[in-house]
């Protein structure tokens, strides 16, 4: 090597040192970091560099705390697969991607990057978090990778802990095999998106603890997790994005929510004086926190022995692995339900939320529409409000049965529960009152059940009832007149004699026009089958808003098939008109077609 060669080599080296001592948190393209060799945050919290977890001799990429004396790691690389030497190298390509590589050049990991690179540098933040990017461009939308959408088995200030709901990117936790083996262990912590949105810590494949749905204020199951002095949390959900995520209140503050390889969502924090990691808080409390240990329609009681027993109205599934608390049978109810005579609600206070995988979500509606919406679908099971934030909003409905219920002492929840109106009148009654509990009835039905206190009240109800009529009477009229053509009277519409129904009747009788009652559909519109109130089948024939049939025709219609009686012909029980809906109510005739009988009438 002649004397010119010697002087740039060296000078390219010193220049090389000089970068990396000015830059120690950034990796460029022309450099590398060797096994022994570390970058460290600029505030000196966090380093990155290869280590040997617990007792084991393997060799990962990782990022660890490095002010602390017992320096925890918080993502491991290649996890999956580890160096069985100290040979490994971590390098930036051109192309804006991170790799590990092996003594032999063979790549065990990469952060594999779809976006394009222009001058690309690896950067490890103060938050700890390791990103890819273009330059000098720090804008977190701009990263071409970065290590807080792949997350190992700890969650950081500042990361998100949920699903990209546009990319199909799921952020969830999953715990380490052991102290010694850093690869994907059996628990999983993460956001189910199905039906209401809830944070879930499974084992495998099964549940084993739910922190719930954001009710607003907080996740349903941890009633723990309030405002504190040391962290905020929020709680997003667009359409982009569905995430937890926290922050610290003071920056000097070092925390960390853990899941252990024993399935424990923990968070930690640095103590300085103890100079050692101690425990703030854990999601599972107690026993009452094991996913569905009293099973369906079970309440779980941590403060009383046996901790299980079955809501009221409902016992247990099987009495004998009930009394030897086996309780995962859960509970069955003791009356049926009965979607035609009419069911209520039973109003349960201070609780979890019940698993809501198989509910869905109504955000505009108040409690009151949602406790209609839930009664007149039969396959509803509960409702409440998903938001309780200034006395409640939102509508959140369950479909399915209600498991993984327990008491809390403070920051519960109210749910109302479907019930039997028998159920609801023994519910009522003086005698049934429970002390450890109370339970408010909530009678909202198609047959309402009311307790007479009094005369006076009775005579209340009545006037209340026949004012009510007359208003429909009145409102009926008015339609009949608005809908005639010009606004016009048509003449000899007073001399119709022909039942008139109301909407809310035949609303009522189709299961509000459902399409599994839905028989046929003609020209001029659809036909469904309903059950009045007093078990009457009947066919309603519905005249669709497009068709050219003027309210002139659909009057001497009815009037036509009133004066009409023929044993071909299928009886008309009268007619409906509602603003622009207009319907015919005729007898239904069972295992025959209404075409045969409904002919030459505009189907």
């Known amino acids: 090597m002649d004397s010119l060669t010697t002087v740039v080599f060296i000078f390219s080296y010193v220049f090389s040192l000089l970068r990396i001592s000015t830059a120690v948190d ?3 393209a022309n450099q590398h970091i060797r096994d022994g060799e570390t970058i460290t945050s600029a505030g000196g919290t966090f380093e990155l560099g290869f280590f040997s977890p617990g007792n084991s001799k393997n060799r990962y990429l990782g990022i660890w705390y490095k002010k602390a004396s017992t320096k925890p790691v918080v993502w491991v690389a290649n996890r999956e697969s580890p160096l069985t030497d100290s040979s490994g190298v971590l390098r930036v390509t051109n192309q804006g991607i991170l790799v590990v590589v092996n003594g032999i050049n063979r ?57 990209n709901t546009v990319t199909g990117l ?104 103890k100079n050692e990691w101690t425990l703030y808080s854990t999601a599972q409390r107690d026993d ?36 030897a608390a086996d309780w995962s049978d859960g509970c069955v109810r003791s009356t049926p339900l009965d979607c035609q005579k009419g069911d209520g609600f039973v109003k349960y206070s201070g609780v979890k939320l019940p698993d809501t995988r198989n509910s869905s979500v109504h955000e505009s509606m108040n409690l009151k529409e ?68 109370k339970k408010e009835v909530i009678v909202v039905s198609i047959s309402i059940t009311i307790s007479i206190t009094g005369i006076v009240l009775l005579s209340l109800i009545l006037t209340l009832y026949v004012l009510k009529k007359r208003k429909k009477q009145l409102k009926r009229k008015g339609y009949m007149e608005h809908n005639s053509d010009g606004g016009e009277k048509i003449e000899g519409q007073e001399h119709l004699e022909l039942p008139l129904f109301d909407l809310d009747t035949l609303l009522n009788a189709t299961n509000y026009f459902s399409s599994d009652n839905k028989l046929g559909e003609g020209g001029f519109g659809p ?34 098939i009133a004066k009409l009686q023929h044993r071909n012909l299928v009886k008309l029980l009268g007619c409906c008109i509602y603003g622009r809906e207009r319907l015919l109510i005729y007898e239904y005739m069972p295992n025959k077609s209404l075409d045969l009988f409904i002919f030459g009438l505009a189907l």
Request: net charge neutral; charged share 20%.
């Open 370 to 437: 949602c406790a209609w919406m839930c009664l007149r679908n039969c396959s509803c099971t509960a409702y409440a409000n998903s938001d309780i934030r200034g006395g409640g909003s939102g509508c959140l409905l369950w479909f399915d049965d209600l498991v993984d219920i327990r008491d809390f002492s403070q920051n519960g929840q109210d749910f109302y529960v479907r019930m039997a109106a028998s159920e609801l009148e023994a519910s009522s009654s003086p005698n049934s009152s429970s002390k450890k509990k």
């Open 288 to 323: 009452c926190d094991s996913y569905a240990l009293c099973g369906a329609y079970g309440i779980c009681k941590i403060d009383q022995s046996p901790n299980c027993e079955c809501m009221k109205g409902f016992r247990p599934k099987f009495q004998s692995t009930w009394d």
């Open 527 to 560: 036909v469904y089958k309903g059950i009045l109130q007093g078990g009457q089948e009947i066919a309603v024939k519905m005249l669709s808003k497009t068709s050219r049939q003027g309210f002139k025709e659909f009057k001497n219609e009815v009037e036509s």
């Open 107 to 163: 790549i065990l990991w990469n952060s594999n990057s779809s976006r394009s690179a222009q001058d690309p540098n690896a950067q490890l933040l103060e938050s700890g978090n390791l990103v890819m990017k273009n330059g000098n461009d720090s804008d977190p939308e701009n990263f071409l990778w970065q290590s807080f959408d792949y997350p190992c088995d700890t969650l950081l200030p500042g990361m998100k802990l949920g699903r």
């Open 170 to 273: 799921d952020r969830y936790l999953s715990s380490w095999k052991s102290a010694d083996d850093p690869s994907k262990g059996n628990f999983t912590y993460g956001i189910d998106p199905s039906g209401f949105p809830q944070l879930v810590l499974r084992n495998g494949l099964a549940v084993k603890f739910r922190a719930g749905p954001w009710n607003g204020i907080r996740l349903s199951g941890l009633p723990q997790l309030t405002r504190n002095p040391v962290y905020t949390y929020d709680y997003v959900a667009n359409g982009k994005e569905i995430y937890i995520i926290y922050y610290l209140v003071d920056s000097s503050i070092i925390m960390r929510l853990v899941l252990t390889p024993e399935g424990k969502a923990q968070r930690f924090t640095w103590t300085d004086e």
């Open 26 to 28: 950034t990796i460029t």
